[in-house]
Antibody
């Protein structure tokens, strides 16, 4: 079955960096667009970034543009999010999600918690 | 950026009743690329509806979506206790992709 498993979350100080990973299985990873979405504690969902199936098309929300970088390795069935210059308001559960093209997110991981605090 | 507005607060209804949730966009959503998600407590979101009115795989026909342009609706007919959740709309027709703030449905 479709499985997306995020990892790499944890506690980091303001200004620090973290790299999240999302391991995919149960589907042909290279056929799907992939996205990162986050949810601050007690808050709603915020789309952060997507990357096309080939990796050639990428987009970011303004809130993370210039600080976060999305990438993928289709040979390893993996998605990544490099997060730099982290701030307290980046504290959230980070989800990866898949979509067929630029479409609704049909599959979600269970999320990984990132806490930015001194 | 398209801002999606969902009524805040909690919709409290009884089992078997109908729930009508709204999502209003600040400008026209291209191609009516509007999705609805359900998020139960502590869980990841689940896709219910895409392209405004198409049900995702495995979603019961109690869930239906309608609307176009700037006004969209998710209807849950015959509420079941397991429908207690927060429901989010999302537009993916325009960059940046955006989510509404969510509406909580509570089953009495």
């Amino acid at each position: 079955q479709v499985q997306l498993v995020e990892s790499g979350g944890g506690l980091v100080k303001p200004g620090g960096s973290l790299r999240l990973s999302c391991a995919a299985s149960g589907f042909t990873f290279s056929d799907y667009y992939m996205s990162w979405i986050r949810q601050a504690p007690g808050k709603g969902l915020e789309w952060l970034s997507y990357i096309s199936s080939s990796g050639r098309t990428i987009d970011y929300a303004d809130s993370v543009k210039g600080r976060f970088t999305i990438s993928r390795d289709n040979a390893r069935n993996s998605l990544y999010l490099q997060m730099n210059s982290l701030r307290a308001d980046d504290t959230a559960v980070y989800y990866c999600g898949r979509s067929m093209g630029l479409s609704a997110i049909s599959g979600w991981g269970q999320g990984t918690l990132v806490t930015v605090s001194s | 950026e398209i801002v999606l507005t969902q009524p805040r607060g909690t919709l409290s209804l009884s089992p078997g009743e109908r729930a009508t949730l709204s999502c209003r966009a600040s400008q026209r959503v291209s191609n009516d690329y509007l999705a609805w998600y359900q998020q139960t407590s502590g869980q990841a979101p689940r896709l219910l509806i895409y392209a405004a009115s198409s049900r995702a795989t495995g979603i019961p026909d109690r869930f239906s979506g309608s609307g176009s342009g700037t006004d969209f609706t998710l209807t849950i007919s015959r509420l079941d206790p397991e429908d207690s959740a927060v429901y989010y709309c999302q537009q993916y027709g325009n960059s940046p992709l955006t989510f509404g703030g969510g509406t909580k449905v509570e089953i009495k």
